[in-house]
């Protein structure tokens, strides 16, 4: 008589490719009921946006349709983020708040916010709950996008947050200051109103909170990196050696201090000719490809050099959302799916739940 621990062991040769454990480990596998060769279970995969979903559900459907004893097999998809901060020592709690992707950079104009926004956006896409933290106090075209959403004070001091297109909840440390004030902070100072961006404001409960870090290596980010329990960082740069240089040193920063590198984004890679269509690499071909590899870090994406994306970034209007179809919203897609892949893996590495 087919058992469910029968079950339990064909599962169990089903791995995700990404994380390279099988899926009943990892706890996948919920509310399985046998009962006269009839099988029913809940696949809970670790993120709607990994890449290997629609392949892990084909493997878990037909190693067990292909039990001896099966008559039918009803197999229901969910997905569940998991904590991306188990068991870790952190600075404090952000109590809703799953898992913290920084994006920083070596050099200052690389396109950090274009990235950060975009892949916010298109972590939202698949249905999981993201929110945008613009923590570049020093200015930043990301506060002129969340300003044109409403966000509310509720009481002394409960902050909502603005909310953008597909639920995207944002908030902006630009807001805290008139526009054309220059700010001049010291390092401490930022994180500590970081902090408060976080225990202050309503975020509610969020997959994903994605952080628009202040450029460079000096007390800002780094401040910053040690008050926030950040799950993962990215660093997006240029494919020009000087980027480059500054960026490696960069991520050699961010993982002295203890965090994560999910990889790196080489923005501005290549320009698309709109007229033969042909791909020119104007800055060099395969830079950050090269620097990735020496770090021993995943390349998660590499971004066209578009006209259309600085104006984009500079009205406010992310090209994600006003192009969707082009080849540069899909670059943000992939980068999505690598990068929430990416906070799986360290999740389950973390042994969460
Ligand atoms: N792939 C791209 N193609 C064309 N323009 C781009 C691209 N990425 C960014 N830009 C433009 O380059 C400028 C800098 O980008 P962005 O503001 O995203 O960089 P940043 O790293 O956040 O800068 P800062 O250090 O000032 O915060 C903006 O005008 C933006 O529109
Ligand atoms: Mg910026």
Redesign the pocket.
Known sequence: MLTEGDVLNALRSVRDPELGMDIVSMGMIKDLVVKDGEVAFTLELTTPACPFNSQIEQMARSVVEDLPGVRSVSMKVTARVRQGWVGQRMPMEIPGIKNVVAVG?GK????????ATNLAIALSETGASVGILDA?IYG??LTRFIRSFRFEVQGKDKILPAEGPLGLKMMSMGLLVPDDTPVIWRGPLVGGAVRQMLTDVEWGELDYLVV?LP?GTGDAPLSLAQTIPITGAII?TTPQQASLDIAIKALRMFQKLGVEILGIVE??SYYVCPGCGRKEYIFGQGGGARSAEKLDVPLLAE?????Q??E???NGTPIITTDPTSE?AESFRGLARRVAAALSVVAVRRGAK
């Open positions: 950079s200052g104009g690389v396109g950090k916010t274009t990235v570049d930043s075209s628009d450029p997006v923005n501005m971004i066209p050099l578009l006209p994306l600085r984009n970034s500079d540069a």
